[in-house]
T-cell receptor, first 111, second 112 residues
Framework: KQEVTQIPAALSVPEGENLVLNCSFTDSAIYNLQWFRQDPGKGLTSLLLIQSSQREQTSGRLNASLDKSSGRSTLYIAASQPGDSATYLCAGDNYGQNFVFGPGTRLSVLP | DTEVTQTPKHLVMGMTNKKSLKCEQHMGHRAMYWYKQKAKKPPELMFVYSYEKLSINESVPSRFSPECPNSSLLNLHLHALQPEDSALYLC???????????FGQGTRLTVV
């Protein structure tokens, strides 16, 4: 079964900093990897989906990369803002059937 | 429209009650999911429906009973729950198994 880990567990940065969130997965035969954002008590908002044939995806200030050979994905957030404060979850597919989530990184961006 | 709608948003139920959670999507997605999320934990998969048929049941207790009446609707029937079942229940859909998944806002369930 696919296993997903994320580091760091929590991160606090001042506004305007660029930051990187890390995600690792055990099954390198991954089809897709998806990054989500979750605000407290809310559902998940899809940020980026990287398919196995892609190496990265970009949306606004967000850039996600996927390295299947090393079993890693990173989410880069440029020029962070207080509104970026949330928990960020990565999810890797489990043998093409469904997504398995990492434990998340709790991000605080201080004004 | 990338919206998955879940009702109700909040639910408090006694251990002898029967209730249902509802989920609806109009994106034409053929895979629908129920996840359970406890506080400060990641979502855990409960059930997957693919083309309206149950394809994955992650050893969920029988007090949780899923139903997929049609390609747009997903229900989760609840009966004789325990206080430890209190959690955020999330519904999601995707075109197929691991295409981009879209989540609803969840139902916050409290069992008293």
């Amino acid at each position: 079964k696919q296993e997903v880990t994320q580091i760091p567990a929590a991160l606090s940065v001042p506004e305007g900093e660029n930051l990187v969130l890390n995600c690792s997965f055990t099954d390198s035969a991954i089809y897709n990897l998806q990054w989500f954002r979750q605000d407290p008590g809310k559902g998940l908002t899809s940020l980026l989906l990287i398919q196995s044939s892609q190496r990265e995806q970009t949306s606004g200030r967000l850039n996600a990369s996927l390295d299947k050979s090393s079993g890693r994905s990173t989410l880069y957030i440029a020029a962070s803002q207080p509104g970026d404060s949330a928990t960020y979850l990565c999810a890797g597919d489990n043998y093409g059937q469904n997504f398995v989530f990492g434990p998340g990184t709790r991000l605080s961006v201080l004004p | 429209d990338t919206e998955v709608t879940q009702t109700p948003k909040h639910l408090v139920m006694g251990m002898t009650n029967k209730k249902s959670l509802k989920c609806e999507q109009h994106m034409g997605h053929r895979a629908m999911y129920w996840y359970k999320q406890k506080a400060k934990k990641p979502p855990e998969l409960m059930f997957v429906y693919s083309y309206e048929k149950l394809s994955i049941n992650e050893s969920v207790p029988s007090r949780f009973s899923p139903e997929c009446p049609n390609s747009s609707l997903l229900n989760l029937h609840l009966h004789a729950l325990q206080p430890e079942d209190s959690a955020l229940y999330l519904c999601a859909s995707s075109q197929f198994g691991t295409d981009e998944a879209f989540f609803g806002q969840g139902t916050r369930l409290t069992v008293v």
